[in-house]
């Protein structure tokens, strides 16, 4: 499903599959210039970025991958210290894929869970990223630390799927489509901005057992070894060093809960950013807005 639905979303882009350690990760490449990787969120896959890869590809070689455990890229079994799914592990994935494919340093643009693979990429290989644009995310961390009621109301899927393995797998398990359309789907814009072929991609992907259990682990992680390597950062004075762009949808969470620009500010040398008029899934709600920025930002 998530291959055929490729082909139609991204008719002039070249499928491929590339060994990255003990994973295999899947994507699309497109286009020419200079490199530039595009990373999704959950429950999602490289599909969020068919609104604005086409157009991307006639200034840039585009790459849009499947983070390990989502999509059509390998799904490991965790690790009881979550090592496996480790933002430095899916950034070790990515680093190895872009190497593999010519590309020793590359623009980032990421969004929701890509975008927490995408600060870690930046701290751990500062030499690769020339530029990064996170979307609709703030620091893992400080979203952690400064967890409210409204927070943990809205994103209630951060704290149901840490618990231990195999509570949250059992219940998505169950029911897994109406486990995907009530997460995306109460939010806002609903349903409305999603291509139905990329929809049921996705559902075809939480039917795996061994999808949801790493998209679970992914959020266990981020609850737990990821906020030691944060920590880790803040206690040596290290920061994002490459300049990063950061945009939120002004309906969404993130804006509501949080101040997104300040908050990465903490943390990066040069950020600058702004809202957008949309929700939490940018690039399926405002990919005409999204686009401009990026062609501005790297261009």
């Known amino acids: 499903m998530q291959n055929d639905a490729s082909a139609l979303l991204f008719p002039n882009f070249e499928p491929f599959r590339v060994q990255a350690g003990e994973v295999s990760i899947s994507g699309v490449r497109g286009g020419s210039g200079p490199p530039l990787l595009l990373l999704h969120g959950h429950p999602q ?15 840039f070689t585009v790459v849009a991958t499947d983070l390990r455990g989502y999509g059509s890229s390998d799904a490991p079994p965790g690790s009881p210290g979550h090592e496996n799914y480790s933002k430095r592990a899916m950034v070790q994935d990515q680093v190895e894929v872009m190497a593999r494919l ?23 290989h500062p030499g690769r990223v020339t530029r990064a644009m996170l979307l609709d995310i703030a620091p893992t961390l400080a979203m952690y630390e400064r967890t409210s009621m409204a927070f ?13 393995a195999p509570f949250p797998e059992t219940l998505i398990n169950a029911e897994p489509e109406f486990y995907l359309h009530k997460l995306m789907g109460l939010r ?3 349903a409305s901005p999603f291509a139905p072929d990329a929809m049921a991609a996705y559902v075809a992907a939480m039917r795996d057992p061994a999808h949801v259990h790493a998209m679970c682990e992914d959020y266990r992680a981020a609850a737990t070894i990821d906020l030691e390597h944060d920590r880790a950062d803040r206690a040596d004075g290290r920061r994002v060093a490459c300049p990063l762009r950061v945009l939120w949808g ?4 993130v804006a ?6 300040s908050l990465w500010q903490e943390v990066a040398a040069d950020v600058g950013g702004q809202a957008l008029p949309c929700g939490h899934y940018i690039p399926e709600e405002a990919p005409a807005l999204l686009q401009q920025d990026m062609l501005d930002f790297f261009g």
């Open 45 to 59: 896959s490289h599909l969020i970025w068919h609104k604005v890869a086409p157009a991307l590809a006639d200034r």
């Open 102 to 124: 010519g590309f020793g340093s590359f623009a980032l643009c990421a969004h929701d869970r890509g975008a927490r693979v995408a600060h870690r990429l930046c701290m751990d």
């Open 152 to 164: 943990a109301a809205a994103y209630w899927h951060w704290f149901f799927l840490i618990q231990p």
């Open 188 to 190: 806002h814009g609903a």
């Open 250 to 253: 002004e309906h969404g969470v």
């Open 256 to 261: 509501r809960c949080f101040e997104p620009l």
